[in-house]
């Protein structure tokens, strides 16, 4: 059964989370004595266990409480059948539905030592991991949620595998590494659109949110003599700078730390923005979710005055938002017209990703119906 934590472990170790977790309100000690039963309702509760057993242990009862959260309410028999909700309706039970299942999941925690280190049996070495997600550590010792651990050494492993984009040629110069906390490019459809639509000139290109720097390496491969990249987040910066090095492509893309656009002007300016219009929850989602458009809306009405004469917009979006009754394209259209621009082409590509074909997703529907574009703007 879990017990109260001796007040001397838990003040010496400091919460940590990226995904932007609370601390419980309430933590006790836990080991492999405890059910899974027991543990779920407990993290219902928001009460944190935090683990003194066996790690592999602390892994399967991870998998047990995921089981759980996974179980279907039982439904009284006389119950109505609830009204089919509207697409804003359904995105936002998922996203509530998601929060709920994250904070429950995120009650199971593990200590680490000052240098990172597992002190539980069986515990692997997850030090290199924890360096490159939160940098070198600073002599204190933590407790961390086991599910964020497990996505720090996921992350880890695709860093290291990286991501292969048909875009950038042949294998094994054609991969592109995502750091912990930056988006990775496995969605390859908006990069095809990069990829294929036609250049409106191959001096300069600026490319606003660099991310991996996916999108910069196509532009440089497919010929553009100099690229000005741009984020406002460090992590993405650094990304963006060794992903470009291992391809060789550093020379011909600079990057900057600042918000959109770069100083002057090019003839072509490519923004692949946050899709859909929410508030992130986590700082990974920022680069799904664009509070009230905040940045599709930037983009836009900076354009103009970034463009040279003749050069081209390429906005890259999902018309998800539009499925989901989010964001109406006539919305889209008014902002366009507003900043003085005008549709000169637009590029569609249906997408591949496994949830498009999945009928148990909430979102099937919308999904099913997606369509991203390349819009291409000018100077009305």
């Not at 017990?3 to 419980?24: D, F, V, Y």
């Amino acid at each position: 059964m879990p017990h109260a934590t001796p007040h001397s472990i838990e003040s010496e170790l400091i919460w940590r989370s990226h995904n932007g977790l609370p601390k419980p309100h309430r933590i006790v000690a836990a080991d492999d004595t405890l059910s899974a039963d027991t543990a779920y309702r407990m993290a219902c509760e928001g009460v944190g266990l935090l683990w003194q057993g066996d790690f592999q242990n602390a892994r399967h009862l991870l998998q047990a409480l995921m089981r759980r959260a996974e179980r279907k309410p039982r439904q009284r028999k006389a119950a109505p059948t609830p009204a089919p909700a509207s697409g804003a309706q359904a995105f936002h039970l998922h996203r509530q539905a998601l929060g709920q299942r994250a904070r429950v999941l995120g009650q199971l925690l593990i200590p680490l030592d000052a240098d990172y280190r597992i002190p539980l049996r069986r515990a692997p070495d997850w030090r290199l991991a924890c360096t490159q997600a939160w940098g070198k550590p600073n002599g204190q010792a933590l407790m961390v949620s086991l599910r964020e651990l497990l996505g720090v050494v996921g992350a880890h492993e695709w860093r290291k595998k990286g991501v292969e984009i048909q875009a950038l040629g042949k294998a094994p110069n054609n991969r592109i590494h995502p750091h912990y906390g930056v988006f990775s490019p496995v969605r390859g459809e908006y990069i095809d659109l990069v990829a294929q639509a036609p250049l409106p000139a191959q001096t300069l290109a600026f490319d606003i949110g660099v991310g991996t720097g996916v999108l910069s390496a196509v532009l440089a491969r497919r010929g553009v003599q100099r690229v000005v990249a741009t984020d406002q987040d460090p992590r993405a910066l650094a990304c963006a700078k060794e992903n470009l090095q291992r391809l060789g492509l550093d020379a011909r893309v600079e990057l900057q730390h600042t918000d959109l656009f770069p100083n002057g002007q090019a003839p072509l300016i490519v923004c692949n923005p946050p899709w859909l219009p929410a508030r992130p929850s986590s700082p990974i989602e920022h680069a799904v979710y664009d509070d009230n458009s905040q940045m599709l809306r930037g983009f836009l009405q900076g354009l103009r005055a970034h463009l040279s004469p003749e050069g081209e917009g390429w906005l890259i979006l999902s018309d998800l938002a539009e499925h989901l009754e989010l964001r109406p394209r006539q919305t889209l259209l008014d902002w366009i017209a507003q900043a003085g621009l005008q549709v000169k082409a637009k590029h569609d590509i249906r997408p591949r990703h496994g949830k498009a074909q999945d009928t148990q997703d909430r979102l099937h529907q919308a999904r099913a119906q997606e369509i991203t574009s390349l819009w291409v703007l000018s100077a009305a």
